[in-house]
């Protein structure tokens, strides 16, 4: 059984009869030689199967009985504590009882709880009474898969959908975060989940970048931030979160292969703080390891990355886990501190664990300790259960299978998923008044969004929604005692294809109307994980519609439903722009509220809404080659590129007008001169000068006025979103800690605080700054290393040269070679490359998936294999739920046969670019067809 592949339908082609004759020969040699080597180690494994079945440290002892070890998890607390609450549990609490039934385990035992036990689970070990827990993905809503789906990602549970990451980022709004993590939890513990796959925090270094609707920032400080408040929010019901993804997982494109360089002290300042505030103050249950290499080592390998800075430096007491499919190598993962590889391997890395222990090569203390983190997690969860099911003493609780809907709590949650996204919206801006609507005006309703709303992202993030109303029928709703809606289509939601009959249909209408609303954004099959955008333009349907409707009414007002950035040529032509992002389940109703003045807008924009694309120090940068992305750009992410080099934007970070207005005033520092290592506190009032109730976001920003290093000209470092009535005035205060005037030493490897004169700047924006003072940091200088002065990166930079970037510590190797073919070549590049063979074996995977309805979906399946590299593809494969067994001298047959194959395209003949639009379209009919030491932290 082992050497066979079977396809989800139970379709079976081991003989790979689709290949040439020689390959049938090859897999039926291979299939004998299975069998001789199973015949082979039929001894040796029955003798490893009885010393499997010891328990530490009783391998030369007789075997106690069995009874001897069940029970011993039943009580779920330790004996000195008294029953827990939900706030209470976490995994580290559950430390002493986790040693003590990791050293009653056998070493079987502990190696296979260093894998799933199926696609969502971890594994049980029923003797101890440890059952198996469930964990299921998120971040904006819980997506319990219900066992259907094979790649995980359809037929899930009704559940709330809030509004996503790039929308919640944009509300800037730490106690919203906490509320919304709190649902979210609610709503896991409802359905016996331990843990959800969330909060994603990577930094979004490029608007193109197919999955930043799942990201809140491309600031580190409100992504901390914002990350501390949600899993603080769903760990207080006794819930998991999983950190992700750790670390430089900036891009789609080749993500399973890319090699991610990143200089330290951009590292450190950019893309890691977001992490280490998370983990320093919230404790995540768990961390996920990124697909991706960073510098040359795999993040599910990268002993630096995982055990030095998380763990050591950091502090962090979980479990890292794997992104799905992301082991290489597993004990080489083990021993870099990834304790749970998922999906389940089918017993196959546990096999290598258990080998790599008997034959010395890994440390049995290694996977102890790993052993006792997996366990701690799952006696959390275990005591949450029992908490749920009212247990107390040593009653142990069961496992459930199918949860009744929590219907009371999808209710009280969709109600505040419309709060949630009434914040999270973003006024871009508002002319003459536009905003907001009179009750008793003739509105013109257009836009295909208006009928079959954008509300979400696609991919792995997916939630089935429990309630979904659309724009068109809450609008008419909400008119239907004085005004009046009319609706025109304008353009088709799912393509937005050219069709000048819906915007003749569109201007006409608008034309009879007091006021319109053109409901816009980015179709789905725009945005999402597994492909990255191809350029920042919203479909050609959709520009032209805008245009064309602003010239037919000056009273217009455009309403946005995209996960990022988008150009927008017409900008001048509209007087009224609403970024909703996508705004969840209660988008439509939340819209509606803003759209009549229900609620005033006090959404910011927390990345920054470029121009154009090209206009990113990133840009020529990203995904620019299949196994290697350099950070040439440095510390130029985002807005610090774009207020350093005086380069115009669209819309800056930080942006977000309201219908009142607020006064600024009375700026007081605490000193006018402060140590290297003392904090800065400082005051200001702000008053509501309007006449709505509204929300403020006061940003304040630090300039090093003269620094030794290239510095960003301003850095966000505190923010606080004030609520105020009309007429009412606060005195708000801040603390700025030695890290807000700090930058990363390369020389020292730690941070620093140069003494010198900073700049604190108060402001609405990055670009509208009301108040502004001087501080003096006094102390002693750093020792310089003259060696490195001369080769150090210019005062002023956009991108990095090689020379540059080694002399801040990071050497730029040339990328990885295409060929010759390898087991980290991916499915993709045989299919497109790899001749008769290549393209054979993919046509078999495709017609072996078979086909969804839902095309983004199908896109999504498609690229994510496309995606795997083979030695990945074999290891997410081995035993997913018992569908595929792929032994190691298959992938090298594969391999063999790849590099045999006629047809091959030559290295010099691939490009480094995406795929053309027409292969894609191609794929798409052909598959409707088928079936360094301790660092000091401030």
């Known amino acids: 059984g082992g050497c066979h ?20 020969l090859a897999s039926e040699a291979a299939e004998g030689a299975c ?19 010891m328990p530490s440290g009783q391998r030369n002892a007789a075997v106690a009985p069995a009874e001897a070890f069940t029970g011993v998890a039943m009580r779920v607390m330790p004996s000195n504590t008294a029953s827990p609450t939900a706030e209470a549990i976490r995994p580290s609490v559950y430390h002493e009882q986790a040693q003590m039934l990791v050293r009653r385990m056998t070493l079987k035992e502990k190696a296979s709880l260093c894998s799933g036990s199926g696609f969502w689970t971890l594994e049980p070990i029923e003797r101890l009474s440890i059952s198996k827990v469930l964990i299921a993905d998120g971040p904006h809503g819980l997506r319990k898969d219900c066992g259907a789906s094979h790649l995980g990602l359809s037929d899930s549970v009704r559940a709330t959908c809030f509004p996503t990451a790039s929308a919640l980022g944009a509300s800037w709004d730490r106690e919203l975060l ?23 925090i990577n930094i979004k270094r490029h608007p193109l970048c197919g999955r930043n609707f799942e990201y809140f920032s491309e600031d580190p400080f409100v992504s901390g931030e914002l990350a501390v408040a949600f899993i603080n ?8 979160t999983s950190l992700k993804h750790f670390a430089c997982n900036q891009q789609e494109k080749d993500r399973l292969v890319v090699d991610t360089l990143v200089d330290e002290r951009t590292l450190r300042e950019i893309y890691l703080p977001a992490f280490e505030s998370a983990v320093r103050r919230a404790q995540p249950w768990t961390v996920m390891c990124a697909y991706n290499r960073l510098n040359g080592v795999h993040c599910s390998e990268h002993n630096w990355l995982n055990n030095r800075v998380l763990r050591s430096e950091w502090g962090f007491e979980g479990l890292i886990v794997t992104d799905w499919g992301a082991i290489v190598d597993r004990v080489t993962g083990l021993i870099s501190g990834v304790d749970l590889e998922m999906p389940a391997s089918g017993g196959y890395n546990d096999q290598r664990i258990a080998s790599a222990v008997r034959s010395r090569m890994l440390n049995v203390a290694v996977l102890d300790t790993t052993a006792v983190r997996i366990i701690q997690f799952t006696l959390a969860a275990m005591a949450r259960r029992s908490l749920q099911q009212g247990l107390t003493g040593s009653a142990a609780p069961k496992s459930v299978g199918a949860v009744q809907e929590p219907l009371a709590l999808l209710e009280a949650n969709d109600a505040f998923a419309r709060r949630a996204a009434v914040q999270s919206a973003v006024l871009l801006k508002n002319e003459a008044g536009v905003l907001p609507i009179a009750r008793n005006a003739r509105v013109a309703l257009i836009g295909g969004f208006a009928e079959q709303p954008r509300y979400q992202g696609s991919g792995s993030s997916k939630v089935n929604a429990y309630r979904l109303e659309t724009p068109l029928e809450v609008m008419r709703d909400a008119a239907a005692c004085a005004g009046e809606v009319v609706y025109a289509q304008g353009f088709d939601p799912v393509s937005a294809a050219p069709d000048s009959a819906l915007i003749s249909e569109a201007v006409r209408v608008a034309a009879a109307a007091d006021v319109v609303v053109v409901v816009a954004g980015l179709p789905p099959a725009f945005e999402s994980e597994g492909f990255d955008r191809e350029h920042m333009r919203l479909p050609e349907q959709i520009n032209e519609l805008i245009s064309a409707v602003a010239a037919a009414q000056r009273n217009m007002v455009v309403a946005l439903c995209n996960g990022a950035p988008v150009e927008m040529p017409w900008v001048q032509e509209c007087p009224a722009i609403l970024e909703l992002y996508l705004g ?14 229900h609620a005033c807008p006090c959404g910011k924009l927390a990345e920054t809404f470029a121009v154009r694309a090209s206009d990113h120090a990133s840009h020529a940068h990203f995904a620019a080659h299949p196994r290697q992305v350099v950070y040439r750009e440095g510390l130029n992410v985002g807005y610090r590129h774009f207020v350093t080099h005086g380069i115009d934007v669209l819309f800056p970070f930080g942006h977000g007008l309201s219908y009142t207005t607020f006064a ?23 008053a509501n000068t309007g006449a709505f109730t509204a929300a403020e976001v006061v940003q304040v920003y630090v300039r090093d006025v003269v620094a030794s290093v290239f510095r960003p000209e301003r850095e966000l470092r505190e923010f606080e979103k004030v609520w105020l009535e009309p007429g009412e005035k606060r005195q708000i205060s801040f603390t700025l800690l030695p890290r807000a005037f700090a930058f990363f030493d390369i020389i020292s490897h730690d941070w620093y605080v140069e003494p010198g004169a900073y700049d604190i700047l108060i402001g609405s924006s990055l670009l509208d700054i009301r108040l502004s003072s001087q501080i003096d940091v006094v102390g002693a200088k750093r020792e310089t290393n003259p060696n490195l002065a001369p080769a150090a990166p210019p005062r002023s930079y956009v991108a990095l040269t090689n020379a540059q970037m080694d002399a801040m510590g990071l050497s730029v190797p040339p990328p990885d070679p295409l060929r010759p073919f390898s087991i980290r070549t991916t499915i993709g590049e045989f299919a497109d490359h790899g001749g008769v063979f290549g393209s054979g074996f993919f046509a078999i995977l495709r017609k072996a998936m078979g086909t969804v309805e839902d095309p983004i979906e199908e896109r999504l399946r498609v690229e994510m294999v496309r995606a795997l590299p083979l030695q990945q593809f074999a290891n997410f494969a081995n035993g997913n739920a018992g569908r595929v067994v792929m032994p ?18 030559r290295e010099g003949e691939v490009t480094s670019s995406s795929r053309g639009m027409a292969a894609q379209r191609e794929d798409q009919r052909l598959l409707s067809h088928c079936c360094a030491p301790a660092r000091v932290s401030l």
């Open 178 to 200: 906490y509320k919304v993590g709190q649902a979210l939890g609610a709503e896991c513990a409802a359905q016996d989940v331990a843990a959800i796959l969330g909060p994603g």
């Open 5 to 24: 592949l079977r396809c989800d339908a139970g379709q079976s082609f081991s003989n790979f009869q689709s290949f040439t004759k020689l390959a049938r």
């Open 888 to 905: 190691d001298f298959i992938v090298y047959l594969l391999l063999c046969l790849f590099k045999c194959s006629p047809g091959q395209t």
């Open 584 to 597: 969840g389940q209660a988008g439509a109703r939340a819209l509606v509220d803003l759209l009549y003045g």
């Open 664 to 686: 600024y005033a009375d700026l007081v520092l605490g000193a006018t001169e402060i140590g290297q290592q003392e904090s800065l506190t400082l005051t200001m009032t702000i």
């Open 35 to 53: 069998r001789q080597v199973q015949q082979h180690r039929s001894t040796q494994h029955l003798q490893e199967a009885k010393e499997d079945l």
């Open 233 to 240: 929010g769903v760990q207080q019901n006794g819930v998991g």
